[in-house]
T-cell receptor
């Protein structure tokens, strides 16, 4: 079945440790995204990538890093520089959007709940 | 910078009645896409409906329709014949389509809808 997988579902880390969240998709999508969601809040864009080997900062990129070496994979590293990393992290993918191809919705993974103590 | 505003933190509706969830947006771009997503308590994100900035007709998908008023920069979601399973958080989102920011997405803070039996 095609879809997006995020692992693990729950992740616990000690303060000061870097942690990498996995996101894999087999939908053959060019574009991938990382969002952060705090309780009762909306989604905030961390990083996005429209194509392999290229990515752009979103609205809250500080303290995070990403790589896009393969089309299927877009891992997110939460570094120790992120002041408040405890949150729900959602990965998404879509067909690449531009003016010629505007309509493509994002497909979301099940999310990873990160708790840092 | 683009911004999405959802002014209703919570809404109640009686089963089988229609409900409108408000969404206003702010952008200087002429080309953009507007999306609505549903997030049940499980955390998954479900795509509901899309409206392009150049679409002249309001989008419809089953019980969902989008009341798009471009001059007022509003994209309200209308759910007809509400069902108990519609109880969830609903997010309005916008995606830029210009080359420099193509693919960048912004979400509102969401509206929690509760359907009463």
């Amino acid at each position: 079945d095609g879809g997006i997988t995020q692992s693990p579902k729950y992740l616990f880390r000690k303060e000061g440790q870097n942690v990498t969240l996995s996101c894999e998709q087999n939908l053959n999508h060019d574009a991938m995204y990382w969002y952060r969601q705090d309780p009762g809040q909306g989604l905030r864009l961390i990083y996005y990538s429209q194509i392999v080997n290229d990515f752009q900062k979103g609205d809250i990129a500080e303290g995070y890093s990403v790589s896009r070496e393969k089309k299927e994979s877009f891992p997110l590293t939460v570094t120790s520089a992120q002041k408040n990393p405890t949150a729900f992290y959602l990965c998404a993918s879509s067909t690449r959007s531009d003016i010629a191809n505007p309509t493509y919705e994002q497909y979301f993974g099940p999310g990873t709940r990160l708790t840092v103590t | 910078a683009q911004k999405i505003t959802q002014t209703q933190p919570g809404m109640f509706v009686q089963e089988k009645e229609a409900v409108t969830l408000d969404c206003t947006y702010d952008t200087s771009d002429q080309s953009y896409g507007l999306f609505w997503y549903k997030q049940p308590s499980s955390g998954e994100m479900i795509f509901l409906i899309y409206q392009g900035s150049y679409d002249e007709q309001n989008a419809t998908e089953g019980r969902y329709s989008l009341n798009f008023q471009k001059a007022r920069k509003s994209a309200n979601l209308v759910i007809s014949a509400s069902q108990l399973g519609d109880s969830a958080m609903y997010f309005c989102a916008m995606r830029e389509l210009r080359n420099t920011n193509a693919g960048k997405s912004t979400f509102g803070d969401g509206t929690t809808l509760t359907v009463k039996p």
